[in-house]
């Protein structure tokens, strides 16, 4: 192939929802710099969390059905399919959020080869091209759709390097991958002379795969702009994303075992409470039977392949609906396997929660995952490091998650410079956060559209390790030694923050990146759910600060306010049961909150806790609140301090310590 035309119409995805609906019904709109194009669209909007219970072709009629514009959500179920579409465009951080890869697989399945925009998110981009769907930033190209003009290929390889290059031309990752596999393809690996490097450089040399076949890993050094291959040390997906990827197995690979099974874990975390939350309507059309059918097609698959399977809680009596999960996949990772100076991958954006450990750990989506259970590696462009130095204390109320509130409205950020980047967390108030606070930083780096996050590992990281996990300290000293950035290592940019000038803060709807100090928000905002858990927010650490608010409540004989509903939830079962051996739970319901099981719930429309109306106002711990995210509802983000002190007070608050 060395040229490719697109025959079919050009679907502009604009901000107006009158000229988007035009459309839709048959009117073709010319692109012009002065049509207003939808930035930072989420693959929430792309896919809803509901609609990505289908895993095949069906998926096309949902394409953009949540997609908000203006307030209104002007694409009907099967409208883009039948519009007969080929191109679809919008303006800046395409694809912002959740890595499913179900969000192109719609768009493909709706018509869509052809994805134009401003700029992408990391994850979203590279499955389009796993899944070879075309991506570019150049609007010049629309002019010679119109035209039936074919665009040589170079129009959309230009800028990659050879990996790009060989999975664009292979039509997809995995034929990419069994041609590597079979020695047809190897990309040349780095031949840099040992120099300055990253603590993220380090991880990634010492990975490298330079030949998959034989086993051979590691080089001297890395630089950004490298693409290639690493070994994964941990590979992770959930009940979300195996099903797709066995079927790709199955369909693909064929009867092939997959490599190194001990080191696969799968998850049933993110549709557990379901049942409780999913209207009746959606149950009437079969939703909940087809993600019940996800569960029970991960489960096959880890019969099939001997893998650990982190399972729901085990039913109730008369065979009542799972009640919640063994844990959250990020916390369980972060818990008991993730190690400082591995590579870890994970089918879901929040991977790099663990890079608090000093690992590298990154999402990929479902074809990337697929592709790994093969190879045991991941596709890598070495990106550049940007530091983050974060100097002086914390104010008493002040949490990890608001400093991550902050980073989010740095100019920087919000323009989308740090997208693809790795995010390294230094300096003296992030050496004096404990390993979960550490954690909520790295985790949020999804937000921040990094690869990853990660902080050098210390003297935190070696007592958690040997405490926790019974390791021998003299081995985890070893482990991490070295595990740090030189001093003359080069960082794409330097962010300095400064502890102490931070006050609480809260983001408003639509976007975490929307952060105002709480102080500024003026009058008050009343609220009617208050939603403590998650990933981000579900930790031990969290469960302390919950526990700080309400316990002081709790002696002036304090309550949650009236008509809010207050929900705080765990993120594994350890977490569970340090909250009972520290008499949290009890605590908790004695205020009048809600305790739930461990799973995603109420972060992905799928549990208690979540909005049933547009008028009602959520303020949650969870690490983001695009459109639809949980529930039609406007949710404002905030620390677990805020969201414990607003519950009892009935409106967004700070928590006075």
């Given amino acids: 192939m060395t040229s490719v035309r697109f025959d079919g119409r050009i679907l502009l995805l604009t901000d107006d929802p009158v000229l988007l609906r035009r459309q839709l019904e048959g009117d073709d709109l010319l692109w012009s710099p002065a049509v207003a194009l939808r930035d930072d669209i989420s693959t929430d909007e792309i896919t809803p969390a509901w609609a990505c219970y289908h895993a095949d072709q069906r998926l096309g009629d949902f394409a953009y059905v949540g997609l ?16 007969g579409f080929a191109v679809s465009v919008s303006g800046r951080r395409r694809g912002k959020g959740s890595s499913r890869e179900a969000s192109p697989y719609a768009e493909r399945a709706a018509g869509i080869r052809l994805v134009i925009a401003e700029s992408f998110e990391r994850i979203y981009r590279e499955n389009c091209q796993n899944l070879g769907i075309f991506t570019s930033t150049d609007f ?11 665009i040589p290929l170079e129009r959309f390889t230009g800028g990659e390097g050879p990996v790009g290059r060989g999975v664009i031309a292979a039509g997809g990752l995995l034929p990419y991958s069994k041609a590597r596999l079979a020695g047809r393809v190897s990309p040349a690996s780095p031949a840099h002379r040992p120099g300055p490097m990253t603590l993220a450089e380090k991880i990634i040399a010492r990975h490298w795969v330079v030949d998959p076949a034989r086993g051979h890993v590691g080089v001297p050094a890395v630089r950004p702009a490298d693409e290639g291959f690493v070994r994964a040390d941990l590979r992770f997906s959930h009940e979300y994303v195996t099903p797709m990827a066995a079927e790709l197995w199955r369909s693909e690979v064929g009867t092939t075992r997959v490599r190194a099974p001990d080191s696969v874990l799968l998850f049933r975390d993110h549709l557990t409470l379901l049942d409780q939350v999913m209207p009746l309507s959606r149950k009437a059309e079969g939703l909940l039977d087809l993600a019940l059918e996800l569960k029970r097609r991960q489960e096959a698959f880890a019969r099939e392949q001997g893998l650990t399977l982190y399972d729901e809680l085990p039913h109730g009596p008369n065979a009542l609906p799972a009640v919640g999960s063994e844990a959250i996949c990020h916390t369980k990772v972060l818990e008991r396997h993730a190690l400082p100076g591995q590579i870890v991958v994970g089918s879901d954006s929040h991977t790099p929660h663990s890079g608090a450990i000093g690992c590298l750990a990154f999402g990929v989506g479902t074809t990337a995952i697929c592709a790994a259970w093969l190879t045991q590696d991941a596709r890598i462009r070495v990106p550049i490091t940007v530091l983050v130095r974060v100097s002086g204390r914390l104010p008493g109320n002040v949490t990890a998650k608001d400093l991550m509130l902050h980073l989010l409205r740095d100019p920087l950020v919000r323009e989308g410079g740090a997208i693809g980047t790795i995010v390294e967390y230094a300096g003296q108030a992030v050496e004096a956060l404990s390993l979960d606070e550490r954690a909520t930083l790295t985790n949020m780096a999804a ?42 290592a080069a960082f794409g940019a330097i962010l300095e923050l400064d502890a102490g000038a931070l006050r609480p803060m809260v983001a408003l709807p639509g976007d975490p990146g929307n952060g105002r100090f709480l102080d500024e928000l003026g009058a008050r905002v009343a609220v009617d759910i208050a939603y403590a858990g998650s990933c981000t927010a579900g930790k031990r650490e969290d469960m302390d600060m919950y526990a700080r608010v309400f316990a002081r409540a709790a002696a002036e004989g304090a309550r949650v306010a009236p008509g809010v509903r207050c929900y705080v939830q765990f993120g594994s079962q ?10 949290y739970v009890e605590l908790f319901r004695g205020v009048g909150a809600e305790v739930l099981e461990p799973s995603c719930g109420a972060c992905i429309n799928a549990g208690p806790g979540v909005s049933s109306s547009r008028e009602t106002v959520t303020v949650s711990a969870i690490n983001r609140n695009f459109p639809g995210r949980s529930g039609p509802g406007q949710v404002y983000l905030a620390s677990p301090y805020t969201v414990a002190a607003s519950a009892l007070a009935g409106y967004i608050t700070a928590w006075d310590p």
């Avoid at 010049?140 to 074919?150: A, F, I, K, S, T």
């Avoid at 921040?448 to 996050?453: C, D, E, I, T």
């Avoid at 019974?470 to 003359?488: F, I, K, T």
């Avoid at 350890?574 to 008499?583: C, N």
């Fill in 68 to 83: 908000a514009c203006r307030g209104e959500t002007p694409v009907l179920e099967g409208t883009v399919r039948r519009g």
């Fill in 140 to 150: 010049d190209l629309l002019e010679l759709v119109l035209r039936g003009q074919p």
């Fill in 447 to 488: 937000e921040v559209g990094a690869l990853s996050g990660i902080v050098r590992p210390d003297g935190v990281v070696v007592d958690f390790l040997v405490g926790e996990r019974g390791m021998p300290r003299a081995d985890v000293e070893q482990l991490v030694a070295g595990l740090a950035s030189d001093p003359d």
């Fill in 574 to 583: 350890d977490v569970k049961r340090y909250a009972e051996r520290r008499g």
